[in-house]
């Protein structure tokens, strides 16, 4: 790879003064990671899943750690190689339970007097105990009309012996994100501890239970008093087309008595959560059928009555992850908050919000016995994942754990900046704006512009393991990352006018976002200028290529091309009809419009093509198209292809590939 852009950087500045060096692929894969973690009943311990990689090898490997709520005696709790996950406390705070080998295990928390729970032959997830400490309520994938783990198990033998290979299918959704479905489906199952027995609360249940799309990882919970299962699940007769996940209830003890549908709207409603004085059921939900990125307010379901509040809908806000408060009082929830994911506490009782903490991006939310501590995990992009508390009354925010903290003190990494620019009609747009190491104001830098996907989401601070900002600058760029029209964090009518409209509005927000930041900031080099974006990011990339000349190469990684062949080849079809007004024979008109493979005559800006063959969201089909039209037009292209990828590259090594092809095609166009 040519070493032009740093070789300017290295004798611009000079690196005496300090002793750091840019973020490599090989540092990020190198971060420990913080993927979940559970506060001890007591308030005296945390629980996380620590997953690390081997990039050599090629290989990831999770185990529990603990830490004490104060910061104090970090431990591994195992330390093995059987990849423990999914620690959750007993409710006796003295013991903890844990995944491992897809069964249930528990032991004390200094690691002693371990057990296996449950051995279930269809296999253990999320776990949720009952208070009473006597019950397990757990997820598996089952064959929907077997009554017992034997006949799963004779079912399994049964196809695996069969001489014949072959799916067959009568309905659609027959396959999701990267995987062709089976005739198995999720059921929830409650394991009585004491009696050794388990009982299936979805038996002959055809829908999964959680749902398969558009779930949260909270879509089920157990009453305070064990006697009754609140669950998420989606029972439309065409999956493929229903966003109308709803939330239902069933008796534990009297499963086969059915269930009751609490939920009302004809948009998705997920996370029931009871309170912990057992009152009311709390979960989110969105009004509008088919839109997947709709306002999701906090709705509250009072058990003794039926009524139903809607708490945060006087809010632009679209409420991420929630708990209750200790005493059932208040709901503490995350955000999307312009390029934070933000906390929040709201009222029950008046509906009364308030803003708790604004900055980084903020995820699994914990509370103290007492209520008046937070514990949850903020990332920022110079800090993957660590695990911090808040105090309320003390307003005070406190970093407990430093996982990675001998590492980041070797890299030279600059912390976010923004800017507002003019969007269209008179809509303003924060980009966000990543300087390259050792910065030198007076240097002239390339710039990558990255486009997020979704498109309904939103390019945050965070460290992100794909599409790390930091590792964009490492090799002397200056990142340019606009949230435009469809970004999520600015409220909804911001969001919703992306839909029917991909290449309106929001083209003219990311190149008025482009024009402002080559034309204000004197350190950009606008002779070299560079964009690359994934999936709706991935589609813009094509829709550029056809419509301006701006950039010096691209970069379209499992990016939609041609939209009527998408909607024929992708799974979950609400999404195209949502955005494009119904199926191509419905809106032909917007489906050519919109369509980046109408502007193939205009194709001149060399672009680099990515694709994940396990990609059934954005399918394969897309990207041979693109590069064959690129070809074509006689386009200078390329086409990297990972065959056992999905819609991201998660292999350490694959990953390693892609960063190095990427930064070789722009440097290949960078001009001297």
């Known amino acids: 790879m040519k070493n032009i852009i740093w070789a300017l950087i290295l004798t611009a500045v000079s690196i005496t003064a300090q002793d750091k060096r840019p973020i490599t692929v090989e540092d990020m894969w190198a971060m420990k990671r913080v993927e979940s973690i559970s506060l001890s009943p007591d308030g005296k311990t945390i629980a996380f899943t620590l997953r690390v990689y081997d990039m050599e090898n090629n290989s990831g490997q999770s185990d529990i750690w603990l830490v004490d709520s104060d910061g104090s005696d970090l431990r591994p709790f195992k330390n093995t190689n059987d990849n423990e996950s999914q ?29 296996q729970l449950t051995d279930f032959y269809t296999g253990v997830a999320g ?17 929907p009309d077997c009554k017992t783990q034997v006949c799963n198990k004779i079912k399994d033998e049964e196809k695996a012996n069969s001489k014949v290979n072959v799916k067959v299918y009568d309905e659609l959704l027959f396959r999701h994100w990267d995987e062709w479905r089976s005739e198995k489906r999720s059921h929830l199952f409650v394991y009585d501890i004491k009696n050794n027995s388990y009982t299936d609360l979805n038996l002959n249940c055809k829908f999964d239970v959680p749902t398969i799309a558009l779930g949260s990882s909270n879509d089920y919970n157990i009453s305070p008093d064990g006697k009754e299962v609140a669950f998420t699940m989606n029972n439309s007769e065409m999956l493929a087309t229903s966003t109308n996940n709803d939330i239902f209830l069933v008796s534990v003890t009297n499963p086969e008595t059915g269930y009751k549908k609490i939920s009302v709207s004809e948009g998705s409603d997920n996370q029931p959560v009871y309170s912990p004085d057992g009152k009311f059921i709390a979960y989110t939900s969105m009004a509008r059928a088919g839109f997947e990125a709709d306002k999701r307010t906090l709705m509250i379901y009072d058990r003794s009555n039926g009524k139903l509040i809607n708490l945060s809908g006087g809010y632009d806000i679209s409420v991420g992850e929630f708990i209750w408060s200790p005493d059932s009082k208040t709901i503490y929830y995350t955000a999307a908050n312009e390029i934070n994911n933000s906390i929040f506490l709201i009222n029950v009782s008046n509906g009364e919000n308030k803003l708790l903490l604004k900055e980084r991006y903020n995820a699994s939310l914990n509370i103290s016995p007492d209520g008046k501590t937070l514990y949850f995990r903020q990332q920022k992009t110079t800090q993957p994942y660590e695990i911090f508390s808040f105090n ?21 990494m600059n912390e976010t900046e923004t800017f507002w620019s003019p969007g269209a009609e008179g809509a303003k747009v924060q980009s966000i704006l990543v300087k390259p190491p050792l910065f030198n104001p007076a240097q002239k830098y390339p710039m990558i512009f990255i486009i ?14 794909r599409w790390n900002l930091q590792l964009f600058a490492s090799k002397g760029y200056v990142v340019v990352a606009p949230n435009p029209r469809g970004s999520t964090g600015y409220g909804q009518k911001f969001t919703d006018e992306i839909s029917k409209d991909w290449g309106g509005k929001v083209y003219t927000d990311l190149m008025n976002a482009y024009d402002y930041a080559v034309q204000n900031y004197g350190f950009i080099d606008a002779e070299n200028t560079f964009a690359a974006g994934a999936s709706y990011g991935g589609y813009m990339i094509a829709w550029i290529e ?5 950039f010096n190469a691209l970069l379209c990684h499992d990016g939609v091309y041609n939209l009527e062949s998408m909607y024929g080849s992708t799974e979950e079809l609400w999404f195209p009809e949502w955005e494009n007004g119904g199926a191509p024979w419905e809106s032909k008109e917007l489906y050519r419009k919109w369509s980046p493979s109408e502007f193939v005559e205009n194709f001149k800006t060399p672009m680099l093509v990515v694709q994940g063959g396990k990609d059934f969201r954005v399918p394969e089909t897309q990207a041979f198209e693109l590069f064959t039209a690129l070809q074509k037009m006689g386009v200078e292209s390329k086409f990297v292809y990972f065959p056992e990828e999905n819609h991201f590259v998660l292999k350490p090594q694959n990953s390693g590939f892609w960063w190095d092809s990427m930064f070789d095609w722009f440097a290949k166009f960078y001009k001297e």
């Open 452 to 465: 997020h996907g979704g498109p309904q989401g939103h390019t945050s601070d965070q460290f992100h393991y």
């Open 87 to 115: 620690p959750r406390f007993h409710p006796d705070s003295k013991r903890i339970s844990f995944i491992k080998k897809g069964q249930l295990w528990i032991s004390n928390l200094d690691g002693s007097d371990e057990k």
């Open 546 to 550: 056809g419509h301006t000349d701006r």
């Open 392 to 412: 309320n009354e003390a307003d005070k925010l406190k970093q407990l754990t430093y996982l990675n903290k001998e590492l980041l003190s070797q890299l030279e």
């Open 127 to 143: 776990v949720r105990w009952a208070l009473s400490g006597d019950q397990v309520l757990f997820s598996s994938s089952v064959y």
